[in-house]
């Protein structure tokens, strides 16, 4: 698969020829399941599109029954952004409902299975993303992140994925999970295609009232040869899988070959993270998914009565999961439980922030695991409470609001990738893409 670097130097004759060998090669490995539909809107090079980001006069889902039918009548800003650098939205990609999900498995279109293994699953919620990018069936694609949606697949598929600062990248137009945790990202081949495809989707909007409202781009600055203090966090590995913390030690002894300062620093007790991440996403869920009751848009199972109507339609048209974050985020948000839940979830989540601004008083970026371990095979997350814990690297960035990179380090001894993520300060995206590239040059990870 040719790289987005190379893409955009195609001709006209040349790129429609490149996508109708790429259709051809979606067609014939269907058993992936990694698209849902694919649909070719211009004259661009071509980006899988999660399927909860709207691109107009295209069905989109957000992998749920009760979706089924809508049309978007808009497109989301990402698209047009897309559209005026020459790059073109070309098939929807599977994800788990409403971006709830580690796995693809909630998906109302089943699962995903992973490129490198069919046995073991691709991550979640932007598994469909990561598995087109990982397979060869996408040069490029686009994904969202609340609590490592992007990272995390990224990280089981074997390719990069970038999470931006909270606000860098318009929401608006896509499908809302956590509003104050939500985040659109690239999902590419390599550290340099990142860049670019952020470079293009990042910047203003007037239309999202939590934009940054910034347009500083990154690639014509990117340097792999900066020197950079990096913190590494040794006592947090507790819960990583001996794979993880290989890939640990090798990147730290690749970033020392490229000239990098190592130093040790400590972070809060995960757990903490879970706790204030899901207790929040469920909130904010809940609230975000009240509009889906079957009247103004999507599928309607009618009842008796309006009443009926909307049990009838939200029973059968959300999945499990689904149902289980609404009555999660309902009881965190009820009379007597607010206090003691929801607010308290907020004031942890400031804590977390303060003890990264901390680290990052005499450190550029921290070095971090991005998952337990590689990517399990099905089932092994089956309880919901593994699989909430399966995010315990991922979600503080989230709740911080800051940009982190996760890129792969290794493979196991099964072949499974190993990925790493790196994390810096809100809004420094170009050192994040900067020690990312040279960690990337030095490690030479092969797919």
């Known amino acids: 698969m040719i790289t987005l670097k190379e893409a955009l130097t195609l001709s006209k004759e040349e790129l429609k020829t490149f996508k109708d060998d790429l259709q051809t090669k979606i067609e014939a490995n269907p058993e992936l399941n990694a698209y849902i539909d694919v649909k070719d809107t211009g004259d661009g090079v071509p980006i899988a599109i999660k399927d909860n980001i709207q691109v107009k006069d295209w069905s989109v889902t957000s992998g749920s029954n009760i979706l089924q039918g809508y049309i978007a009548p808009y497109n989301a800003t990402v698209i047009n952004k897309l559209t005026d650098a020459g790059l073109s939205a070309f098939g929807r990609v599977n994800m788990d409902e409403f971006a709830m999900g580690s796995t693809t498995e909630s998906s109302f279109y089943g699962k995903t299975l992973n490129p490198i293994n069919p046995e073991y699953v691709p991550g979640g919620s932007s598994g469909g993303s990561a598995a ?114 290989d890939a640990y030690a090798k990147a730290i002894e690749a970033l020392k070959a490229q000239g990098h300062t190592i130093v040790e620093r400590d972070m809060l007790d995960a757990k903490f993270d879970i706790s204030a991440y899901y207790i929040t996403a469920t909130a904010e869920a809940t609230t975000n998914l009240a509009r889906y009751d079957g009247i103004r848009y999507g599928n309607r199972v009618d009842g008796k009565n309006l009443e009926e109507t909307f049990i009838k339609t939200r029973s059968e048209g959300f999945g499990d999961e689904v149902k289980r974050r609404i009555m999660l985020g309902n009881f965190v948000l009820s009379s007597g439980y607010y206090e003691a839940y929801y607010v308290k979830a907020q004031k942890t989540r400031h804590i977390i922030k303060d003890a990264y601004a901390k680290i990052f008083d005499d450190v550029d970026l921290i070095l971090s695991p991005i998952a337990p371990g590689v990517a399990p095979k099905f089932g092994e997350l089956s309880k919901p409470m593994d699989m909430y814990l399966s995010d315990i690297y991922s979600i503080s960035v989230n709740l911080a609001g800051l940009p982190a990179l996760s890129l792969p380090i290794m493979k196991n001894t099964d072949g499974m990738p190993v990925g790493l993520q790196l994390i810096a300060p809100a809004y420094d995206e170009q050192t994040l893409f900067d020690g990312a590239l040279s960690l990337e040059r030095e490690i030479g990870y092969k797919a």
Request: hydrophobic share 40%.
């Open 132 to 245: 087109a990018v990982g397979a060869g069936l996408a040069i490029a694609a686009l994904g969202s992140d609340t609590g490592g949606s992007i990272r995390q697949p990224a990280a089981f598929c074997g390719i990069v994925g970038m999470k931006p600062t909270y606000g860098r990248v318009s929401r608006y137009g896509l499908g809302a999970y956590a509003s104050s945790l939500d985040q659109i990202g690239p999902m590419t081949q390599n550290v340099e295609d990142a860049a670019i495809l952020y470079d293009i989707i990042s910047g203003s909007c007037e239309k999202d009232s939590t934009n940054a409202q910034r347009d500083d781009k990154v690639v014509p600055f990117l340097n792999a040869e900066r020197k950079l203090t990096i913190a590494v966090l040794p006592k947090y590995l507790e819960n990583a899988s001996q794979d993880v913390k």
